[in-house]
């Protein structure tokens, strides 16, 4: 089993910065890739941008330039610097682990963009 935290959202307006943070705590070694995924109203939950544990990324189109993922000197921690943002990347944002067996999901939290 693995658990994951979120934290860093919140209201901010377009042009701004804002850090999510997630932390996984369980069986942390079954996982092999992290990523944040973002749920807005009335549509269907997309990627964001994903790490692996080798250390390979791959973000959505719509994030490239503005968003970075990484990951903490423990590697159970994830983080996603999100700059310029702008009223479309209004959403709820899940942290993501991925194992061989099952992905776990955080319990979302929210990002809102004001214009």
């Known amino acids: 089993q693995v658990q994951l935290v979120e934290s860093g959202g919140g209201l901010v307006q377009a042009g701004g910065s804002l850090r999510l943070s997630c932390a996984a705590s369980g069986s942390i070694f079954s996982i092999n890739a992290m990523g944040w995924y973002r749920q807005a109203p009335g549509k269907q939950r997309e990627l964001v941008a994903r790490i692996t544990s080798g250390g390979s990324t791959n973000y959505a189109d719509s994030v490239k330039g503005r968003f970075t993922i990484s990951r903490g000197n423990a590697k159970n921690t994830v983080y996603l610097q999100m700059n310029s943002l702008k009223p479309e990347d209004t959403a709820v944002y899940y942290c993501?682990?991925?194992?061989?067996?099952?992905?776990?999901w955080g319990q979302g939290t929210q990002v809102t963009v004001s214009s």
């Open positions: 993501n682990a991925g194992t061989y067996y099952r992905d776990y």
